[in-house]
């Protein structure tokens, strides 16, 4: 939903001389705003849909809390990855292996109180190996 008003046209070549100043990181986002006659806004979208970087921008900002910068998304879902991961790795100890084979051949796998639910049957962790042995088999692939 827009407010109604429409985007400013911007003057040939005036886009540009903002994009140096922006890179540049001489002046902060408001005084931009007040060299360009625009709102504050206007020039944080811009740099956002042109992909401008403006070192000022992200000055007060915390830093990121275990090294991994939100702004990165490789970094951030390598992360991600490596946290759940870590948390497989704590929940099913030496049956991961199986846990993570049998997962990506469609099952179902949880830990329960009793055992592990592998779709709608709690077994133990012998009868897990053996199910993903079996699946192991029926694949072609070597234990």
Known sequence: MTSGRKPRAWKPGELKRMRNVVEAGELNIEQIGRHFKCSEHEVRRLTVEQGWTNPNTRKFTKPPK??????????????????????????????????????????????????????????????????????????????
Do not use: C, H, M, P
Request: no cysteine; charged share 40%.
């Open 66 to 143: 275990n090294g991994v910068s939100y702004w990165n998304r490789a970094k951030f879902e390598a992360a991600k990855r490596e946290e759940v991961e870590k948390t497989d790795r704590r929940i099913y100890g030496a049956l991961l292996d199986d846990v993570q084979w049998l997962r990506r051949r469609g099952w179902v796998i949880n830990k329960e109180r009793g055992g592990f639910r592998v779709g709608n049957k709690v077994i133990d962790a012998e009868a897990l190996r053996n199910v993903a042995d079996r699946e192991r088999r029926l694949a072609g692939v070597a234990a």
